[in-house]
């Protein structure tokens, strides 16, 4: 438990929480690893292997049970406590994160937006109320913040950055076209939107110039 | 340029072409490879051997010429060309995806918004005025589509991307919560957002437990 996890490994965790969720709503109690397998395509040993990074889940012959395992990588994935976290930009796509549902059904919480617009100030996005950013160290001083959202523009991220380091962020969620440098004790996941859409372009266009494969499940990730 | 090209490389291309526009802003006409790898935090030989995969731009001894290599680079990526991409699903996030101005700058245009609520019908978004679903036949008889981005609940993904591959859809951006089914020659980029939150989730976890290690560029992707 003490080595680093891959974050190929890491990638994968959501997954399997995704789809051990899915088999629960059918009402699936047991599925075995080939089963698993199947639905996900991925090796049973690839699943088996993932798994022994957190100590394993396998019973050998029984397959896994459901529930038990869903738990299990809810708890690795933290999805057993609740997070709040604090949005930096209220223009669109800040707003939009602010009124997703699917993020509090996993335990995170949007529940304050900052943004360097004064006229933005009291305007209510759902239930948050857009705060400016000179009110953001107080906010951060009485309230519990487990990790920000930066959806700001690129040229001021790091900036931004740089001051939620300060005051002891130590996890942020970054849509910002931009790799932001932390120290060594804050994460960052990067949503980088623009680059996603040219690797989609990409692999449009090597699809395009070869004649089909035959592989065609690329697209599961 | 005939064999598959690793979706470990096609995630690598759209970064290189956000640093080399990086670097023409900055003004800058030629780059080593050495210089080029320490600002990307990539060896310069990974960089050589990911350019290679498209024919290799390199100049022994002179570096790259950085507009030249953000040129080809931007072709590679299909960036030359226009796009026009059409939202399915009018919410907080297709509204906030069809406003975002990075899209224009790479020539990816939001050319159109479907939903199924009749009462968003008309309604505007920016300049793009919300479709109902029982439109999208005809608009996309009489327009050119080249991506689809799905920005529905997930359990209605599968049955619109259906209709989309039907219609003769090639490149689905998908932000719905599943993985889709479609055949051979239809690529899907996943942003698959709640994922990407856990994975955030159990990267600060794994950090808290345990004492720094100096590996902090884990963020750099």
Not at 57 to 70: A, D, P, S
Not at 138 to 153: E, W
């Amino acid at each position: 438990m003490k080595k680093d996890i891959s974050q190929v490994v890491i990638k994968r965790m959501p997954r399997y929480y995704r789809y051990l969720r899915y088999l629960m709503d059918e009402g699936k109690e047991r599925i075995s690893s080939a089963e698993l397998s199947d639905l996900m395509n991925v090796t049973a040993s690839q699943i088996r292997q993932d798994l022994n990074n957190f100590g394993g889940f396998g019973q050998q012959g029984y397959g896994y049970n459901v529930k038990h395992l869903h738990d299990e990588i809810g708890k690795i994935l933290g999805l057993d406590k609740t997070h709040n976290l604090i949005i930096i930009g209220g223009g669109n796509l800040g707003r939009a994160l602010a009124t997703t549902d699917a993020f509090s059904k996993h335990n995170f919480y949007m529940t304050a937006i900052f943004d360097c617009n004064e006229k933005l100030k009291g305007t209510k996005v759902g239930d948050i109320v857009i705060r400016t950013m000179d009110e953001l160290d107080s906010y951060y001083a009485k309230n519990r913040v487990d990790m920000a959202v930066l959806t700001i523009p690129a040229e001021h991220a790091q900036e931004v950055a740089d001051r939620l380091v300060k005051l002891g962020v130590k996890a942020i969620w970054n849509f910002a076209q931009l790799d932001l440098e932390v120290p060594d004790d804050v994460v960052v996941q990067n949503v980088h939107l623009s680059d996603s859409l040219m690797r989609l372009s990409l692999n449009m266009l090597q699809k395009e110039n070869k004649v089909n494969t035959g592989n065609g499940k690329r697209n599961r990730e």
